[in-house]
């Protein structure tokens, strides 16, 4: 059975940081992209950040460049994503998808087949 869990999130001021860590079993990770998406109250889920299996290529919502990064552990089949500078703005709860999308499916949350169950993170003004 695949699992996915999400951990790390929480509440933050404005300008902090947090890791988020997504732990994988049951899967291949190394066979899987991974990605973080995140979901807002009343909003659609977004793409933030793709990662390739190698860690060759990585890709990110242009709300995000420059202050969070993806990365993986294909041996610990653990996939983080470090967020700085926060703004409250970043609000959302923030799931962790895997999958094999082509590059033009990279953002998008049809081409991930699994999905753990999200971790809430909360910025304060």
């Known amino acids: 059975q695949v699992q996915l869990v999400e951990s790390g999130g929480g509440l933050v001021q404005a300008g902090g940081s947090l890791r988020l860590s997504c732990s994988a079993s049951g899967l291949a990770a190394s066979a899987f992209h991974m990605a973080w998406f995140r979901q807002a109250s009343a909003k659609d889920r977004e793409f933030v950040a793709h990662i390739s299996t190698s860690s060759l290529n990585s890709n990110y919502a242009d709300s995000v460049k420059g202050r969070f990064t993806i990365s993986r552990d294909n041996v610990k089949k653990t996939v983080w994503l470090q967020m700085s500078n926060l703004s409250v703005e970043d609000t959302a709860t923030y799931y962790c998808?895997?999958?094999?999308?082509?590059?033009?499916?990279?953002?998008?949350?049809?081409?991930?087949?699994?999905w753990g169950q999200g971790t809430q993170v909360t910025v304060s003004s």
């Open positions: 998808a895997a999958g094999v999308p082509s590059s033009e499916e990279i953002g998008s949350s049809l081409a991930y087949k699994y």
